[in-house]
């Protein structure tokens, strides 16, 4: 029986929650378990040590080939990392795969520790390629796979994307699943765990991969289809919340009022949660809202990214802010938590219109206490999203090989439109967010306080006591 290692390199050693559960993974394995192919994972945020653990696999299983699946910035470094231990120690084909593959096949399958990359939905590709690479055939041609030959990248793009009704059953087994399962407080959860009915999403936001990746198209399971599923796991693992880990839950809204009436008349007895889109929200009737709530929906996520009508225009938001804090209140007055995002740093924002943004921040704490203003990002100029000819128009040059896109996170990454000064104001505005609602007062007071400082001028004011408060921390013993 043919052999396969599926690896999952860190994404942040430093985070203390409980990793999300490496859903790619367990995808490909589907497949991989019906074609009778022996799978084995490595998900390194809960592998202690895990290159030991890689390199026993290696020796006891002789795979033919090891899938490594990563994202644009630091999962990279780590992936490589693997990748070279896997050189180091056994024969197996090296392939590379996941959002970043997906939108940079040619580069990836140019590094040295990449014998292939697959570009899109890997589930078939990949069995494809393990089983040639089995029977000691040549896979040049499948859709999706890319390798390099004499110098040259060659690949095919797949055409058309997967049914996720037709997939096989999940392979829950294959890993230790109540390592993902965690606590959620805020969520009155005990057993919270995740669940993905679509995939895609027909938006266009200009900072999105989804674009490059789905086409724009929204993927789901049925509304039946995807209770039952939602009902098997919460009966396998005692589970009392869900989170549905995908781009666009809401898309139709019937099939979510059809997901919603169920779970009440079949008294599945869960809470949920989801990310919903302010255009969406602002549309929902009160009987609509009330019909979530009383399905189990405890808390919704929504991207702002900005309190400027003319940026969210720019970025291709399809929102606006009056629909921003109209949402914010009725969320709210529904019993639902709201969670919501934002984003500084877009090419041709001005200070001004970021400080906008922070008033919005301002204004929707004001809504409710409950209110959860997530920490605010700064754009970055990943693969494939629809603002890089603006990015590139303001001098931004794409990374040329792998390696350099491992950057895109741990440098601050090329963002030649912004000034110095605009950069500071970005991240002394995260600094503050990151403290209004600390729990030493002190601390909490002193944020509040620059806070509404920085919110008073016109184009926002240098926190020079930042440096000393970083010194502090640093000279804290831990
Ligand atoms: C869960 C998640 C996370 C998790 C970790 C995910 C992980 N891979 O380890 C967490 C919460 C940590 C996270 C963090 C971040 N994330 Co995130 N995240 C997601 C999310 C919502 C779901 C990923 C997922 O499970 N998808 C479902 C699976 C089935 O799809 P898939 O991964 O694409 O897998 C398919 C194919 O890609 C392929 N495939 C995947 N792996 C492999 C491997 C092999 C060998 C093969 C052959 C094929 C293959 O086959 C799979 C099945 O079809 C995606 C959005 C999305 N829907 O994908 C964003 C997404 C991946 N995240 C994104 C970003 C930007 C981030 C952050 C930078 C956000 C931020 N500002 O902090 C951070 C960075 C990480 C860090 N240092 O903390 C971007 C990535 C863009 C990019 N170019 O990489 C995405 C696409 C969101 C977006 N809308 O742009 N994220
Ligand atoms: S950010 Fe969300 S709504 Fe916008 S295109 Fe991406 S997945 Fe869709």
Request: aromatic share 8%; with cysteine; charged share 25%.
């Amino acid at each position: 029986m043919a052999s396969v290692i599926l690896f999952r390199p860190t994404y942040d050693p430093d985070s203390r929650s409980a990793p999300v559960f490496p859903w790619a993974l367990l995808y490909l394995s589907a497949v991989l378990v019906e074609r009778g192919i022996d799978v084995d994972i490595v998900d390194e945020p809960c592998t202690p040590d895990c290159h030991a653990e890689a390199k026993r696999l290696l020796a006891a299983k002789k795979p033919v080939a090891v899938g490594i699946t990563s994202m644009t910035g630091a999962q990279i470094h780590y992936g490589l990392a693997l990748a070279r231990l896997v050189r180091e120690h056994s024969d197996a084909a090296i392939v590379w795969g996941g959002i970043h593959a997906s939108l940079l096949p040619e580069q990836t399958a140019r590094h040295p520790l990449a014998d292939y990359a697959i570009a899109g939905e890997g589930e078939h590709a990949f069995a494809d390629l393990v089983e040639c690479l089995a029977a000691g055939r040549d896979p040049d041609g499948i859709p999706g796979l890319y390798a390099e030959r004499n110098g040259d990248v060659r690949g095919v793009r797949q055409d058309g994307y997967l049914d996720l009704a037709a997939l096989p059953e999940i392979p829950y087994d294959l890993l230790d699943i109540e390592r993902y399962i965690s606590r959620r407080p805020d969520l009155g959860a005990e057993r919270y765990f995740e669940i993905c009915t679509s995939r895609g999403c027909p938006h266009h936001c200009g900072f999105c991969y989804i674009e490059s990746v789905h086409g724009s198209r929204w993927r789901p399971i049925e509304a039946d289809l995807a209770v039952e599923r939602i009902k098997a796991l919460v009966q396998r693992y005692s589970l009392d919340c869900v989170s549905f880990r995908e781009d666009n839950f809401f898309v139709n809204r019937r099939r979510v009022e059809t997901i919603a009436q169920r779970l009440i008349d079949e008294k599945v007895g869960i809470r949920w949660a989801a990310s919903c889109r302010i255009n969406y929200f602002a549309q929902y009737t009160p009987e609509f809202v009330s019909l979530l709530r009383r399905s189990g929906c405890a808390l919704l996520t929504f991207g702002v990214e900005s309190g400027s009508d003319r940026v969210l225009e720019f970025i291709r938001k399809g929102t606006t802010v009056e629909q921003v804090r109209d949402v914010a209140r009725r969320v709210h007055d529904g019993g639902i938590r709201g969670t919501y995002h934002f984003m500084g740093g877009f090419p041709s924002e001005t200070e001004a219109e970021f400080l906008d943004t922070c008033r919005l921040i301002e204004q929707l704490t004001q809504v409710s206490p409950d209110i959860v203003v997530r920490e605010m990002s700064i754009f970055a100029p990943y693969p494939g999203v629809g603002l890089i000819p603006e990015c590139v128009a303001r001098g931004y040059r794409e990374p040329a090989d792998l390696e350099s896109w491992i950057a895109m996170e741990w440098a601050n990454p090329q963002r030649p439109w912004l000034t110095k000064r605009q950069t500071r104001l970005i991240s002394d505005a995260q600094f503050l967010i990151a403290r209004l609602g600390h729990s030493n007062p002190i601390i909490a007071g002193w944020a509040g306080w620059r806070w509404r400082r920085m919110l008073r001028s016109e184009r926002g004011c240098t926190l020079h006591e930042r440096s000393l408060i970083d010194l502090a921390r640093r000279l804290r013993p831990r």
